[in-house]
């Protein structure tokens, strides 16, 4: 049995807000009595993009679990690669896409950003980055694919409006590889479940906020965050049967 846990949204800008709800999800997954097989931190590590957020991540987010973090549109993909990742020499501006090889599965994850923009488009470079994990993956090995950015509408008009495009190319993927289990994402600050080109797509949580829904919000009401909500975690888990199943829970930091 594969399990991986699935978080997104941390948002960390320095302040006790973001970090207590960050460590409250973080000594959640390292107190568990299981080893985990990867945590995935689907984007929007840091709320400004700044170095010193990026080191306040590099310590809240370590973890005993095999670890992959990828940006959003809050981050900055030079900082990210030179603090969070620790990568020396001049860090590139290219998209920052990743790959966790892990016992009985593979983990892609891909740089949906779009620098000094909100909304999410895979470069063609990622495009060919992802065929070329697919096709050298053996077909018997499950693949996840996790991103920031959603490719669907979620039916929440803000997200809607500064989610995925040009997800065309990335659907074309799909029927070259039929052992794409499923896609991963974060953004909407809400645990979410739909499909997308024929697979899941399986939405994180937020852990700085959670996503007032429509019908949740008042004719008028302008404020579309619930602040008081706690944050939560997605539990994907691939059986031996290789179905996939996942789990949600809620996160009560403890006093």
């Known amino acids: 049995m594969i399990v991986m846990a699935h978080l997104g949204d941390v948002h960390l800008d320095g302040g006790d807000r973001a970090a207590e709800r960050t460590r409250a999800v973080m000594e959640y997954l390292e107190g568990l009595p299981y080893e985990l097989d990867a945590v995935l931190v689907s984007g929007d590590i840091a709320d400004h993009g700044r ?20 940006p959003g549109n809050h981050d900055d993909r030079t900082a990210f690669r030179r603090v969070l990742l620790a990568q020396e020499g001049r860090p590139s501006g290219a998209p920052v896409d990743q790959v966790l090889r892990g016992d009985g599965f593979v983990l ?40 920031h950015h959603p490719p669907v509408p979620l039916h929440i008009p803000y997200v809607d409006g500064i989610r995925q495009f040009g997800e065309e190319r990335l659907a074309a993927l ?45 004719s008028g009401d302008s404020e579309y965050v619930h602040l ?28």
């Open 174 to 218: 799909v029927e070259r590889h039929p052992h794409l289990k499923a896609f991963l994402c974060g953004h909407a600050h809400t645990g979410a479940a739909t499909t997308f080109a024929g697979r899941p797509l399986l939405v994180a949580p937020g852990v700085v906020s959670t996503t007032r829904l429509p019908w949740e919000a008042a």
């Open 108 to 147: 892609a994850v891909c740089d949906s950003s779009v620098p000094g923009e909100h909304q999410g488009y895979l470069e063609d470079s990622t495009i060919a980055w992802l065929d070329g994990v697919l096709t050298d993956t053996p077909r018997e090995v499950p693949v996840l694919v996790a991103f």
């Open 51 to 70: 170095a010193d957020e990026y080191e306040e991540a590099r310590k809240a987010l370590g973890s005993r679990h095999p670890l992959v973090v990828c």
């Open 228 to 255: 008081d909500e706690p944050p939560a975690v997605a539990f994907h888990v691939i059986g031996e049967d290789g179905r996939l199943t996942t789990h949600y829970r809620v996160v009560v930091a403890r006093r």
